[in-house]
């Protein structure tokens, strides 16, 4: 939008909004790192400068290395939240000891400045085992592996021996007897387990290591999945879960979209377990391989052999049971986190659709009325309860109520009924509705998109039809409407306060109405404390993201395409319904916007301009520069308004700062004098520029934007084009035509299912209520009868009827009669979801039949697979044949372990068996 332009410039041929939000979100993150690398930095310097003190005590021992500035400058180089934990880590490794004497000797000052907080560094009071090797002296044994973690960290991160290994000239176990106690260390197998726990510690906390070892695992980390007992038992081949029930060793990097979101969320379900590696199950560590050369003496005697293998041990404990659990876990949580954006993009998606969707409009409205724009009657019949009525709500073009029907026979049929009351009813209520319909001339009639909608979306075009004929009526179109806003609307705090006294289906009929005359405006009511926007669906996902993210993300959207559209505060103080918009306005928000509303609501005037929201308002400066260009003055509605203060430009996106740009480029296309001090003429250039907007076409606005680069503002070519397309369309709107429910999405609806719950390739129940067959035609080719010459009777062939005594009333069946049903082609099911299908009389069995009847009865249920959903039609085609049954048709993953799956597979059977 202009608005945005005025800030950004040239920035948006670059930058999309939603590049724009995730550069807020980015920066929102580094601020908050920033934040944690000045605290971990100013802990570091108190710690320097604690150690420095001690230097000077003569009884002072040093038993590490001082810190020392160049450990205290790396933490300037931070550059993600990684960095600064291996960074963090590092400096607790080593210098806990000095924090926790800081810690008491602040607490004994009773001044906590900015030590010891769980943000900069994990301590612990109690002895760790590192703090307890450290105590025995076994740092010294440390220095004898022959190189320091430091020195190796160099080695792995240069990727050559920089640094040799200097061999010590004892045996390990002579080194180590020098160090054993009565306790924790008490032989030599001990002493040498607690230096290699040491130096792996010491490795797995240097941050080069750390840098390497995590890049290397992200790169070949592979996945498994294996079900659990739960799993097991519940995750069949038709469950969401089942493609990915087994997994063996999927590269991470082959994962798409928002998959690792569903295996994580089947793990916490109890439905799988999942895990990653560096390798394949079972083979070696080739990594681990590769990198231990780095800590190793290239040399045979038994003397380095046996320190290699120290220092090999030493290593992998590094690796296994410290690093690679730690990048493991922090692996998950990243693919979760890209998973989830994925996920959360989607869901933005849909929104999208649904906002983008512009109100409904009809050709050749008459503006004339006392109330302009579209005239709406939304019907709504709950199919739940057999005895309650249709419930009818008319609205006028600002969405308000006008008029209430109330139709009690409608929602029943009138053909072929035997209840001659009903039919009665039925009659009376569609001469009601259609008496309603020529006293108020409704534009469009909606109806919501569920179970018998169809039915009576019918009933009503015969009404309409009835009418164009009899009286000449404009087409009145009957639209079916997504019911989802609406029945979570009649359960708002919002719809209980507007209409105290309505019923649930007056106020569902009414939200249908209000969607199809701004669906924008009927969403943003949903969002409100209650958060019923997170109520829609979502998809079965939405449990596994938190609610504050997805209610963000959804939140993102609806501020892009309230401010798209712009927001009039006039009509918000008018109309209750649309005061759920001001909220998303760029500046306001919901407590500023709240508290606008209540001050223009409490002074009784109209917002007469931009200028009086800081004048008579109080806005304060910068909330006015973030807000102004998205709020509109509707100066063709609000007759009220002073004409003295009207600023044309008001009722544009152009935002208030580049008002004098729009100005000058009115006057010079009219060529005006440019009279700064006549403002007159400025108004005067506006308003015919605005009326015959093609003279602007003319200006060379390159030439001005060069211009302004002269008076040193940035390049604002941008901002002058959309200021120019803006005088020529005031308030155009941007959003989607409207257009009708497509063919999946009407199926969807109507059968109360989802993409994900109803597809190609799941099995379903299903219940056979016909056969289906073909009936003969003129053209049919010869027909062979066949004659039982046990019995002497003639068969049909086409419907296999066998009781015809003489070929010729064959005959007569066929041609004269025409009592032949045909030949059948297939059954008719209804399946348990209440939609219908076909199976053909191929797809029943494996083996070949020629009449279903055979196999089949009618009333009979049996499992079928869908082979092809029908959508414009609303039915499926299905198949019952056992081949067809065996598998599912769902993809399996690329990687499905078979062989685990089959080995599962067989050891239930097996259990079955002995059961019987």
Not at 92 to 110: F, M, P, T, W
């Amino acid at each position: 939008s202009s608005g945005i332009n005025a800030e950004y410039g040239i920035i948006q041929d670059d930058l999309t909004v939603d590049d724009l939000y995730k550069i807020y979100a980015w920066d929102e993150k580094w601020m908050r790192l920033s934040r944690r690398k000045l605290k971990l930095k100013n802990l570091m310097m108190k710690v320097q400068q604690y150690q420095f003190e001690r230097t000077k005590e003569s009884s002072f021992i040093r038993t590490e290395r001082i810190l020392e500035a160049e450990d205290i400058d790396r933490v300037d180089s931070i550059q993600t939240p990684e960095e600064f934990n291996d960074i963090n880590s590092h400096f607790s490794l080593y210098y806990s000891s000095d924090i926790i004497d800081l810690q008491n000797q602040a607490k004994a000052n009773a001044t906590l400045d900015g030590l010891g907080t769980a943000d900069q560094c994990k301590l612990s009071q109690k002895r760790s085992n590192y703090k307890m090797c450290q105590e025995k002296n076994l740092g010294t044994l440390v220095e004898r592996f022959g190189l320091t973690a430091r020195q190796f960290a160099e080695n792995l991160s240069d990727q050559y021996n920089r640094h040799s290994v200097e061999q010590f000239t004892l045996m390990p176990e002579e080194t180590a007897a020098e160090f054993k106690d009565k306790r924790r260390f008490s032989d030599e197998a001990k002493v040498l387990a607690g230096a290699r726990y040491m130096i792996a510690c010491q490795i797995s906390a240097e941050p080069s290591v750390r840098s390497c070892v995590r890049q290397a695992f992200y790169d070949r980390a592979l996945l498994t999945i294996t079900p659990t007992q739960q799993g097991i038992r519940e995750v069949d081949d038709h469950h969401p879960y089942a493609k990915f029930k087994f997994i063996k060793d999927k590269p991470v990097k082959d994962l798409t979209g928002e998959e690792f979101l569903k295996m994580w969320g089947a793990q916490k379900d109890g439905f799988v377990k999942l895990s990653l590696s560096i390798c394949d199950r079972g083979a070696k560590d080739s990594y681990f391989e590769e990198i231990k050369m780095f800590f190793y003496r290239d040399e045979f005697s038994k003397l380095v052999q046996t320190w290699n293998e120290q220092r090999t041990e030493a290593l992998g404990l590094a690796l296994n049971k410290m690093l690679y659990p730690m990048f493991e876990q922090e692996l998950i949580q990243k693919l979760k986190e890209e998973a989830t954006n994925h996920y959360l993009q989607t869901c933005k998606m849909k929104l999208r659709r649904w906002l983008q969707m512009a109100p409904y409009t009809v050709e050749n409205l008459d503006e004339s009325s006392q109330v302009p724009g579209i005239r709406v009657l939304g019907l709504y019949i709950d199919l739940n309860e057999r005895d309650k009525p249709a419930y009818g709500i008319l609205i006028n073009g600002e969405g308000e109520v006008e008029e209430l029907i109330t139709l009690p026979y409608f929602r029943y049929s009138h053909r072929g009924s035997a209840n001659r009351d009903l039919t009665k009813g039925k009659l009376a209520d569609i001469e009601k509705l259609k008496d309603f319909i020529l006293e108020h001339k409704p534009h469009v009639i909606g109806l919501p998109c569920e179970g018998r909608s169809l039915i009576y979306q019918r009933d009503l075009q015969e009404v309409v039809t009835a009418l164009e004929q009899q009286h000449q009526i404009d087409p009145i179109a009957i639209e079916l409407v997504d019911p989802s806003v609406a029945k979570l609307y009649k359960e708002t705090t919002r719809s209980k306060t507007e209409f105290p006294s309505y019923k649930p289906e007056q106020k569902m009929a009414l939200s249908i109405c209000r969607r199809l005359r701004d669906p924008l405006v009927e969403f943003s009511q949903l969002c409100n404390f209650s958060n019923d926007i997170l109520n829609l669906p979502w998809g079965l996902l939405k449990k596994f993201v938190s609610s504050e993210r997805l209610k963000e993300c959804l939140y993102e959207e609806f501020m892009t395409r309230v401010n798209e559209v712009g927001v009039d505060l006039n009509f918000a103080v008018d109309h209750y319904h649309y005061q759920s918009m001001v909220q998303f306005v760029c500046g306001l928000g919901p407590r500023k916007g709240d508290a606008l509303l209540k001050l223009l609501k409490q002074n009784n005037e109209n917002l007469e301009s931009r200028a009086a929201l800081v004048t008579n308002f109080k806005l304060g400066g910068r909330v006015f520069l973030n807000c102004a260009g998205f709020i509109r003055i509707n100066h063709a509605r609000d007759d009220s308004l002073n004409t003295d203060n009207v600023q044309l430009l008001d009722s544009t996106r152009i935002h208030p700062e580049t008002y004098i740009w729009a100005t000058k480029m009115a006057i010079d296309a009219l060529e005006y004098d440019d009279d700064e001090e006549d403002t007159n003429i400025k108004q005067r250039a506006i308003e015919e520029t605005m009326e015959d907007p093609e003279k602007l076409r003319d200006l060379d606005l390159d030439a001005f934007a060069i211009e302004l680069e002269r008076q040193e503002y940035p390049d604002k070519r941008i901002t002058l084009y959309d200021i120019r397309d803006e005088l020529t369309n005031r308030y155009a709107d941007k959003r989607v035509p409207y257009h009708a429910l497509t063919d999946e999405e009407r199926f969807y609806l109507l059968a109360n299912e989802t993409p994900e719950t109803f597809k190609e390739g799941i099995i379903t129940l299903c219940e056979v209520y016909a056969i289906a067959r073909r009936k003969p035609k003129g053209d049919e080719p010869d027909i062979q009868p066949k004659r039982n010459e046990e019995n002497g009777m003639w068969q049909c062939p086409l419907c296999l009827r066998d009781n015809f005594p003489e070929l010729s009333e064959i005959w007569n069946h066929f041609d004269t009669t025409g009592s032949c049903p045909g030949q059948a082609v297939g059954i008719r099911v209804r399946l348990d979801n209440g939609l219908r299908g076909f199976i053909a009389t191929k797809n029943i069995s494996d083996s070949r039949i020629t009449n279903p009847e055979d196999r089949i009865k009618i009333r009979m249920q049996i499992n079928a697979k869908v082979i092809k959903i029908l959508f414009d039609k609303f039915t499926v085609d299905l198949s019952c044949k056992s081949s067809d049954l065996n598998t599912t048709g769902l993809a399996k993953d690329l990687y499905y372990d078979t062989e685990a799956a089959e080995k599962v597979k067989q050891a239930k059977s097996a259990k079955k068996n002995k059961k019987i």
